[in-house]
């Protein structure tokens, strides 16, 4: 397994290392509303996935909006991944309140550094006054949900791997993917160019549910960081179903 992790920033986001997480300041609390830190959000996640056996064998981070944005990828081992992607785990926050804290599951593919997410935990929807205190038993539940949700993602990918499309099909999914804001208009032309000659030869030899899903992914790379979970979640339903799979992503 290769160590490491392409976070591709867009949309104004930086990167930045984790040590300059601690320098971010947090807003003050207010009667209804208690930000979490985007460090102590880190660090708790990061010890409970290595209290579970797993390991952290590569991680990104990047912030946006002055700070008041976090996302952050850490690439996951346990010995028996597959060869061709990885899991990774996202973690995001915000201190604009633009979205809860949160800690979403995917995969990382290999040859393409293409990432998408498949399975999203809300640590601590509404930021009440004690979510701080309460934030070691809120993570340790969102982790503790990582293993069903890493074996349900094996399933979903040997299922996209397995189910032919034609392009028939491949052309009614793009513009499903259009009207559920997967991708925009203007990008709709590249999917079906990825589609039809894949950059990654690995992808080429079969039209499959998974050569048109990276087909997506690869083109979405442009996309910001902070969407991804959204739109990459988005788009699991879409081929999900295509492959039979509708029920895969209901964790």
């Not at 991680?59 to 597959?82: I, K, V």
């Not at 640590?123 to 979510?131: A, D, E, L, P, S």
């Not at 030899?205 to 899903?213: N, P, Y």
């Amino acid at each position: 397994m290769a160590n490491k992790l392409n976070l591709m920033t867009h949309a104004g986001a930086m990167k930045v290392e984790r040590d300059q997480l601690k320098g971010i300041a947090t807003p003050e609390a207010t009667q209804t509303w208690t930000p979490i830190p985007h460090w102590a959000l880190l660090g708790g996640v990061q010890a409970q996935i290595e209290g579970q056996g797993l390991h952290v064998v590569a991680e990104a981070h990047a912030l946006g909006r002055d700070g008041a944005r976090y996302f952050g990828l850490l690439q996951l081992t346990n010995g028996s991944n597959p060869e061709d992607y990885s899991l990774v785990v996202g973690l995001r926050n915000s201190h604009d309140k633009s979205f809860p804290a949160g800690l979403v599951v995917g995969s990382g593919v290999f040859v393409c550094d293409n990432l998408a997410f498949s399975g999203e935990v809300v640590i601590g929807r509404k930021h009440t006054k004690y979510i701080n205190d309460d934030l070691p038993n809120l993570i340790s539940r969102a982790v503790g949900k990582l293993g069903d949700m890493r074996r349900s993602q094996d399933a979903r990918i040997a299922a996209y791997k397995g189910t032919q499309i034609n392009d028939a099909q491949a052309h009614d999914l793009v513009v499903r993917a259009l009207d559920a804001d997967v991708v925009p208009v203007t990008r709709v032309p590249a999917v079906l160019k990825e589609w039809r000659t894949p950059s990654h030869p690995e992808f080429a030899s079969a039209k499959t549910g998974w050569r048109l899903f990276n087909a997506f992914t690869e083109v979405m790379k442009s996309s910001s960081v902070f969407e991804r979970p959204r739109t990459s979640l988005a788009l699991h339903g879409i081929v999900d179903a295509a492959c039979g799979l509708a029920l895969v992503g209901s964790n």
